[in-house]
């Protein structure tokens, strides 16, 4: 899993421009902003609380749902707050890694057991009917072994 590290670790390598969301969307122009904005999904191994307040003004404006990756416990109290200060509420989906329906038809289960930890984000404005869990507070965090 070439994505799953915390770039945080590492503190040599090339310098890269970073724009937050806000930035990058929402120009002075209103006429650039997008028409609407329906789904966002931010997986950046620990760092979604920071994309979240890079991109405040664009989830207020458009309250979009959100798919959210957790999987490490340590950040996840940030990221819940961040999503709930904006007016979230969350949700847990905690799928298995393998699938024995997979389109790749692998029969072999190396991840026997294994889960990703994810977050599903609804506006609180839209009404819902989730049969996933509601996330009960940031210092909550479930098992990552099914």
Known sequence: NYGGIDIRKF????????????NFFLKEDE???PKRVDLVV???NG???EVLNGAKRLL???TPHLYLGNNFAQFSPATIRAAEEIGYNLYWHIPKMYNPSNDAQVK????EGMVTVNLIGVHKKYPVNMRLQRVRGPEEYPQRKK
């Open 42 to 44: 931010i997986d950046v």
């Open 31 to 33: 006429k650039q902003h």
């Open 108 to 111: 072999e289960n190396i991840f």
């Open 60 to 62: 207020e404006k458009y």
């Open 47 to 49: 760092m979604e609380a």
């Open 11 to 22: 503190p040599f390598g090339y310098s890269t421009p970073m724009r937050t969301l806000d």
